[in-house]
């Protein structure tokens, strides 16, 4: 398994970014992936998460800002983050299976 994610940046307060994460080995569809942060100086949380039929998980921090979706033929999973926060500053990571992708560093600046 193997995956790769992207789409990191420096963004002002208020802005947006879209997040991919690009799986190979894997078939998203049947499993639940998961996109993650680590700011520095904390531990590792959840942020969304979506699972084989389709249904998702928010963290109550990005309920309403950030949406979580796959596109199946590409193996694609994405996160929209919209109204962004200096408090979203992170390093983004996505997840199935217990495998971890490299991570994106996402920077808001106020």
């Known amino acids: 398994v193997q995956l790769q994610a992207s789409g990191g940046g420096l963004v002002q307060a208020g802005g947006s970014l879209r997040l991919s994460c690009v799986g190979s080995?894997?078939?998203?569809?049947?499993?639940?992936v998961g996109w993650y942060r680590q700011a520095p100086g904390k531990q590792r949380e959840l942020v969304a998460e979506?699972?084989?039929?389709?249904?998702?998980n928010y963290a109550d921090f990005v309920k309403g800002r950030f949406t979580i979706s796959r596109d199946n033929f590409k193996n694609i999973v994405y996160l929209q983050m919209n109204s962004l926060k200096p408090e979203d500053t992170a390093i983004y990571y996505c997840?199935?299976?217990?495998?971890w992708g490299q991570g994106t560093l996402v920077t808001v600046s106020s």
């Open positions: 997840t199935v299976r217990r495998q």
């Open positions: 080995g894997i078939i998203f569809g049947l499993n639940t």
């Open positions: 979506i699972r084989g039929g389709g249904s998702t």
